[in-house]
């Protein structure tokens, strides 16, 4: 069954500072990974996605990365800036393909 | 382009009252999904619709139907609410179901007393 973790459950940092979020899942056979963003109040917004045979993926400030091996992947954020502040999700699918999402990872990026 | 849209964004039941949640999606994508989301259970899926004129359960079903009318629109129906029914409910889609990004909408608030 896939479950998936996510560390620290939240996160205060000063602006300007670089940071990793991280995300574990314990069924490593998956094909895809998701990382979406979740402001106060409002829906998800899809970031990154990662396919398997991928080992990063980068979207401006933003870097993904996947190891299937050891169940885990990060997501790092460069040069943090106050609009940063959110909270971050990862989704990994379960073996029937549906996505199993993290408790989420809530950021406070400090002017 | 507006994504994937839901109606309505809050609504109020009172237990054993009865509603549907709207969600229309303007992407042309296959597969539908609801999901609700609680406190400290994050998120979780309730039913979804790989393509148009099939759908299944997800996780948590219980006390739910679901309809895809057509390619673009999924509803949720809540025959009788009950209080563990209050939470977020967002509606997602993808171009086809399981292997693309899902795109979610921006949520219905729903309160059961």
Known sequence: ?111 | NAGVTQTPKFQVLKTGQSMTLQCAQDMNHNSMYWYRQDPGMGLRLIYYSASEGTTDKGEVPNGYNVSRLNKREFSLRLESAAPSQTSVYFCASSVRDPHYEQYFGPGTRLTVT
Do not use: H, M
């Open chain 1, 1 to 111: 069954k896939q479950e998936v973790t996510q560390i620290p459950a939240a996160l205060s940092v000063p602006e300007g500072e670089n940071l990793v979020l991280n995300c574990s899942f314990t069924d490593s056979a998956i094909y895809n990974l998701q990382w979406f963003r979740q402001d106060p109040g409002k829906g998800l917004t899809s970031l990154l996605l990662i396919q398997s045979s991928q080992r990063e993926q980068t979207s401006g400030r933003l870097n993904a990365s996947l190891d299937k091996s050891s169940g885990r992947s990060t997501l790092y954020i460069a040069a943090s800036q106050p609009g940063d502040s959110a909270t971050y999700l990862c989704a990994a699918p379960n073996q029937g393909g549906k996505l199993i999402f993290g408790q989420g990872t809530e950021l406070s990026v400090k002017p």
